[in-house]
């Protein structure tokens, strides 16, 4: 399996992208998905035991994409959190074909600042990401409605919002880099964004932070984030150093 594998990449804005919303086109193996119900039982009571939080939702997946003249047009399908996140669970999910990938959608980013530094989160350990520090972004959930390219960003900068306090009006650029099929099998929409605000002020803000995931934001010179996205247990960064040097 040869991932993380791109499937567009560009500097794309929300008018680059035509949107639309179909029934999920993944292919079902029965052998696998009657393991599902356990498997999510038993991540329920490990979370509990550890105190972390652990709830079933609707998240988007991604059907197709397709790339056009610089445009790009997406269809999203739906996928349940305890699908999702159990199929990866059962080995022999990884013996399948991409027919039957999961590719669930999320966001993640590059973030500088107006004095040139890259932003990272830290991580309590409460919620299932099993990093410690990672990139700003999260699952794209069905809460925003997907009807054109305006709804993609707009799902990303909730999650800025949500984890570093940053809203729209800070920010000075912004678009989506790329779109690859990451090492798990999940679809990765990758911004890069630079704000308008400071790290101080950042900092600042962060001190009225109510993310319980959150426990602290990072501030890295380029050099410095290029050393610890290279050094990441996680393919997923090893990627976004080449992408951010594109």
Same mark, same amino acid.
């Given at each position: ?34 393991? !599902? %119900? ?21 998240? =988007? ?19 349940? =959190? ?10 022999? =999910? ?5 027919? =039957? ?20 989160? %830290? ?11 990672? !990139? ?22 909730? %999650? ?34 630079? !704000? ?26 380029? %050099? ?23």
């Amino acid at each position: 399996m040869d991932l993380p594998r791109i499937l567009v990449t560009g500097k794309f804005k929300p008018n680059d992208l035509e949107v639309s919303v179909s029934a999920s086109d993944r292919k079902v193996d029965p052998a696998i998905e009657v393991e !599902l %119900e356990s498997v999510w039982q038993a991540k329920v009571k490990k979370a509990e035991e550890n105190g972390q939080i652990c709830y079933n939702g609707i998240s =988007y997946r991604l059907n197709s994409i397709q790339e056009k003249e610089g445009k790009i047009s997406i269809d999203f399908g739906t996928i349940e =959190y305890k699908v999702r996140d159990g199929l990866i669970v059962i080995p022999e =999910y990884f013996d399948l074909p991409e027919e =039957y990938y999961r590719k669930g959608c999320f966001s993640s980013a590059s973030i500088k600042t107006s004095d040139d530094l890259y932003l990272m989160v %830290e991580l309590t350990g409460r919620s299932m990401n099993l990093n410690a520090i990672d !990139l700003v972004g999260g699952i794209m959930e069905t809460n925003v409605l997907m009807n054109n390219g305006n709804d993609v960003f707009r799902s990303f900068y909730n %999650e800025l919002k949500e984890e570093a306090g940053i809203t729209e009006a800070d920010i000075r650029q912004s678009y989506l880099q790329t779109i690859y099929l990451e090492y798990r099998t999940n679809v990765a929409f990758y911004f890069e964004v630079v !704000l308008d605000i400071s790290s101080d002020v950042l900092l600042k803000r962060f001190q009225d932070n109510k993310d319980a995931d959150i426990k602290s934001i990072r501030l890295f010179s380029r %050099e410095e984030y290029l050393t610890v996205l290279n050094n990441h247990k996680s393919m997923n960064k090893h990627l976004t150093a080449k992408l951010l040097q594109i």
